[in-house]
């Protein structure tokens, strides 16, 4: 029987697609990819695969699941199955640098940026960024996690000294970007679905760089449960500026990408900077509700994944 797989290493992310799903009676096979094996010369099953992997599974204790998961996507296009964010999209998911040469190539423009390995190579190219305040990320990242705004490079090179190695780029790269000052207190997330745009959120960024959007991301230790925090993510139904949209059509359009959420900042000029591709893209019910919606995103994701399904 063909099935839609959804290839994955985060369970809990997996909650509302999983209800999207069973709500539309699809036939699924939630797919674990922290680890096991790829029987690269036997015929993969039959159905439609949608790639989850994320960035962050190291966070998680899932070092290799972006390794495990490049193979297995090697071997299900090499057999020519349907792969929704094909090898191409991981690619990219697991790499900042890599994202800014392909936005660069569709005429996005990036923050200035310098990669660096190595604690006197950083120190160099914060030297040759020349601007401060500025931002440290890693370049395998997801979440936000570790990225560092500074006004001085001996403040960056003392933070960098004082990590913990657990908490160092996993792949040993850093970026030292321009810092883009926000003309407004947010930051603009654009999600597409089926390569289509669905809507924007807005994302209040004055409690720092962590943005995740799925549900469970919220709850952490300041949690209370008899609280309700304001919260910080407002979706646009509409986004007016048609020239952006198509720059990330075509994106995705060339890196195999079919669901993504694209993070831009606008400057006090109104220059847009994009910074950002979510590969494995979460969204948030509250917002969703807040918006009055008539379908949510994992609704539209589970019709888009119906639809291909219907295809092979």
């Known amino acids: 029987m063909k099935k839609i797989h959804i290839l994955h290493e985060n369970p809990e992310w997996l909650i509302p697609l999983r209800e999207a799903l069973e709500e539309q009676e699809l036939p699924y096979r939630e797919w674990l990819l922290d680890e ?30 972006p390794e495990l998961t490049l193979a297995t996507l090697h071997w299900l296009e090499r057999h020519g199955r349907r792969v929704l964010n094909d090898h191409r999209a991981l690619h990219l998911e697991v790499s900042k640098l890599a994202q800014y040469r392909v936005l660069e190539t569709a005429g996005l423009r990036t923050p200035h940026t310098i990669a660096a390995v190595g604690r006197e190579s950083l120190q160099r190219a914060a030297e040759a960024l020349g601007r401060t305040p500025f931002i440290l990320k890693p370049n395998r990242g997801g979440k936000g996690l570790g990225v560092q705004l500074f006004h001085s490079i001996p403040a960056m090179l003392d933070f960098v000294e004082q990590l913990p190695p657990e908490e160092q780029p996993i792949d040993g790269t850093w970026l030292v970007q321009e810092y883009v000052q926000s003309r407004d207190p947010f930051i603009t997330r654009c999600e597409f679905i089926g ?48 020239e952006l949209l198509r720059g990330y059509e075509a994106v995705m359009e060339a890196n195999g990408i079919e669901v993504a959420g694209f993070e831009f900042i606008r400057s006090p000029s109104g220059e847009l900077f994009t910074y950002d591709i979510n590969t494995n893209t979460n969204y948030n019910s509250r917002a969703e509700q807040d918006s009055q919606f008539d379908i949510t995103a994992m609704q539209r994701l589970a019709t888009v994944l119906a639809h291909e399904l219907a295809r092979v």
């Open 195 to 242: 390569r289509k745009f669905f809507y924007a959120v807005q994302v209040n960024t004055s409690e720092g760089f962590e943005l995740c959007p799925a549900d469970v991301c919220e709850v952490g230790g300041d949690f209370c449960p008899t609280t309700e925090a304001p919260n910080k993510f407002r979706i646009l139904p509409r986004l007016d500026e048609p």
């Open 36 to 65: 096991g094996t790829v029987p690269f010369h036997e015929t993969p099953p039959e159905g439609v695969f949608y790639n989850r992997m994320s960035a962050s599974s190291h966070t998680r204790g899932h070092r290799y699941a």
